[in-house]
């Protein structure tokens, strides 16, 4: 049997650039004091030979790991029947985001959960991101507003950056969407339709983005219309549960909107299983604009929130940091779209709105 090719090394590199395999080192680690001559020539070897680093080996001979993690605390993974978990669909999109940002930046992505309740928190924790050479941590809330799990980062010299975060805004480095101006934008569009008695189903109480989302559209309604709220937890379950028990009212609402779109999703559920249509007999809309929000039926109005951006922002900042750069921005925000679907209608006493429509 022939045997397989031989990977190039960094000596292979040196002897093809006619430079000491030191130099070839140096352009590894991205030396800025190597002469361009000289790095130019030995990236020309390395396309020349198919040569690809080795991050491992990389992380154990340089400063840099190489490697970003998402931290993501366990409660936030549901359960159907007990028989399987998942990730609600914003973590999905956030995971995306992140892995696709690291594949380009050559770094390696972690998803680590954890269990904030465990007895043995944060040393656990400790003693599970000890086994990785990390360049630094994205937080996914509500792990972004856990204080304990921020001053343990900050003990362990482990940089990171807040996704969404509502506490101590200030502390790190953060990405998030100006959640307040997103909901208004909602409340504003449902009013304008003519809706005047409007459920909401709230998130939970450990997700401050949820409960900002609540005052913001309970301050934007004001007295201009009657607000029922009831609890969720951004599950689907949740949702179906709150639709059922709005709808189900002897003064039903004529329009609910979730503070996610996978209780939006929920809602529609529960309308239809009531014989409701929608739009025609309640307008029901979201928040995120995840993918859920394209395929359920009818498409679901909903407030964008750029997240695979927001994740990819992170990620950048992250790497530019280890990287020692300091040009980027500590703090990223990403203005709201209201994104217009078939999920929502006028009532029958008011005129069409000329929202404009979303894709």
């Not at 605390?73 to 990730?87: C, H, I």
């Amino acid at each position: 049997m022939a045997s397989e090719r031989r990977r190039p090394t960094i000596i292979d590199i040196a002897k093809r650039a006619q430079v000491s395999f030191k130099t070839v080192s140096r352009v590894l680690n991205e030396n800025p004091r190597v002469d361009p001559a000289l790095r130019s020539r030995v990236i020309e070897a390395m396309t020349e030979l198919d040569y690809h680093p080795n991050l491992a080996a990389r992380s154990l001979a340089g400063r840099r790991g190489y490697a970003i993690a998402l931290l993501i605390d366990q409660t936030e993974l549901f359960s159907e029947q007990d028989a399987n978990s998942y990730f609600a669909p914003y973590l999905v999109d956030l995971q995306a985001g992140a892995l696709l940002a690291c594949l380009e930046a050559g770094y390696h992505f972690f998803i680590e959960p954890y269990d904030p309740r465990s007895p043995s928190f944060p040393n656990d924790l400790r003693a599970q991101l000890s086994k990785l050479a990390l360049d630094g941590v994205v937080l996914a809330p509500p792990a972004a507003d856990r204080r304990e799990l921020l001053d343990a980062l900050e003990a362990w010299e482990i940089p990171y950056v807040r996704i969404a975060p509502g506490l101590d805004v200030e502390r790190a480095p953060s990405v998030a969407t100006d959640e307040h101006n997103g909901t208004l934008a909602m409340a504003e569009y449902l009013l304008s339709l003519g809706h005047r008695r409007i459920g909401f189903v709230t998130g939970p109480e450990a997700h401050i983005a949820a409960a900002i989302r609540l005052v913001a559209f309970r301050d934007a309604v004001g007295a201009d219309a009657e607000l029922i709220v009831h609890p969720g937890d951004f599950s689907f379950a949740s949702g179906m549960a709150a639709g059922e028990t709005l709808l189900g009212l002897p003064q039903p609402p004529t329009a609910i909107f979730a503070a996610n779109d996978f209780m939006a999703a929920g809602v529609i559920a529960a309308a239809t299983r009531l014989g409701l249509r929608v739009p025609q007999d309640v307008s029901i809309a979201g928040f995120d604009d995840s993918a859920v929000a394209h395929f359920v039926w009818p498409p679901l109005t909903t407030v964008h929130q750029p997240i695979r951006a927001m994740a990819r922002a992170a990620i950048e900042y992250l790497v530019a940091l280890a990287s020692g750069s300091s040009t980027r921005e500590e703090r990223v925000e990403f203005p709201p779209t209201l994104v217009v679907r078939e999920s929502t209608a006028s009532t029958k006493a008011a005129p069409t709105a000329s929202a404009k429509p979303g894709a």
